[in-house]
Structure formats: C-alpha cells, structure tokens
Nanobody, 124 residues
Framework: VQLVESGGAPVQAGGSLRLSCSAS????????MGWFRQAPGKAREFVAAISWNGGNTYYADSVKGRFTISRDNAKSMVWLQMNSLKVDDTAVYYC??????????????????WGQGTQVTVSS
C-alpha cells in the first residue's frame, strides 16, 4: 500500500489542524490504520489507530480527548483531527498500515507500510 500524508503546517498553541492520509495499492477496508509521530530527538510514538470499519478507535493518553481519528473506506482516506494543540505535539506525523487482514489495532501491532510524513509545528 502507498500512503501519502498532507495537512501539516505551523500553528499556534490551542489551534487545530486536520491531517489527511490517502491510501492506494490495496483495499483499505481489509485492515486497520494508524497515525504515529516523531519529535526531534525522540523515538517514533503511537498517536491513534482505527479499526477497518471505523467502529473502534484507539488513542495515546497524551492526545485522548483532543485528537480524533476517522476514515472513509470508499475514498481510501484516513484523517486525524487535532484540536487544542500543544507545543509538545510538534512532530512529523506519519500514517501507517499493518499487513492485510489485521482489522483491529492492538498494542505492538506491526505497521510495515508508512507514508513520507507531514510536519506539524506548534508554537507558543
């Protein structure tokens, strides 16, 4: 699967952004999808994931209540709505897909497919 993220931008703390991920190459409804991020000097970390049909969502504690993941399989799109952004949310955000057949996210699930990332910079 090929993944292309967009929507990253500079934003002030307290602001909002909506990241988009366009998927192509295989049927997206056959697997869960996830968002990860990597801040400068830090390891990549899980942000959010969504089950194959959007019925289950999963969030890191640090973004719970502020971020919302959603998907539209007919459009092969996944979004990450980010509200009440904080300076600590500054990172490159990546869309990722597991292997086909993994319909639900579980901690430790392998994501072999990644997009190129989109930069989110939150200033105070």
């Amino acid at each position: 699967v090929q993944l292309v993220e967009s929507g990253g931008a500079p934003v002030q703390a307290g602001g909002s952004l909506r990241l988009s991920c366009s998927a192509s190459g295989r049927n997206v409804e056959h697997y869960a999808m996830g968002w990860f991020r990597q801040a400068p000097g830090k390891a990549r970390e899980f942000v959010a994931a969504i089950s194959w049909n959007g019925g289950n969502t999963y969030y890191a504690d640090s973004v719970k209540g502020r971020f919302t993941i959603s998907r539209d399989n007919a459009k092969s799109m996944v979004w990450l709505q980010m509200n009440s952004l904080k300076v600590d949310d500054t990172a490159v955000y990546y869309c990722a897909a597991p292997r086909e057949g993994y319909y639900y996210y579980v901690p430790g699930l392998d994501f072999p497919s990644w997009g190129q990332g989109t930069q989110v910079t939150v200033s105070s």
